[in-house]
Nanobody, 123 residues
Framework: VQLQASGGGLVQAGGSLRLSCTAS????????MGWFRQAPGKEREFVAA????????YYADSVKGRFTISRDNAKNTVYLQMNSLKPEDTAVYYC?????????????????WGQGTLVTVSS
């Protein structure tokens, strides 16, 4: 599975962005999916995860109520809608997938990772 993330960019605080992650090489309809991020000088951290059906979602406390993860299995794509962005959301965002499901995604020990897309939030 190859994962291609896109949608990053520069936005002012309070603004919104939508990240996309499209998979190729294999259908991901049975995979748990998620997003992690890594800010400069910091370790990678969990952001959000979603079950194969989209019926279960999980969020880091820092983004809960502001970010929404969703998926379109027909398009082999997972999304991260980011609203009310803050400067501390600045990071490279990575999508990830694992056939074992979203509980593995939560741990970050997943099989597949995208290349990352940079989100910069200015104050």
């Amino acid at each position: 599975v190859q994962l291609q993330a896109s949608g990053g960019g520069l936005v002012q605080a309070g603004g919104s962005l939508r990240l996309s992650c499209t998979a190729s090489g294999r259908t991901i309809s049975s995979y748990g999916m998620g997003w992690f991020r890594q800010a400069p000088g910091k370790e990678r951290e969990f952001v959000a995860a979603i079950s194969w059906s989209g019926g279960s979602t999980y969020y880091a406390d820092s983004v809960k109520g502001r970010f929404t993860i969703s998926r379109d299995n027909a398009k082999n794509t997972v999304y991260l809608q980011m609203n009310s962005l803050k400067p501390e959301d600045t990071a490279v965002y990575y999508c990830t997938a694992d056939v074992a499901g979203e509980r593995v995604v939560l741990t970050g020990t997943t099989d597949y990772w995208g290349q990352g897309t940079l989100v910069t939030v200015s104050s």
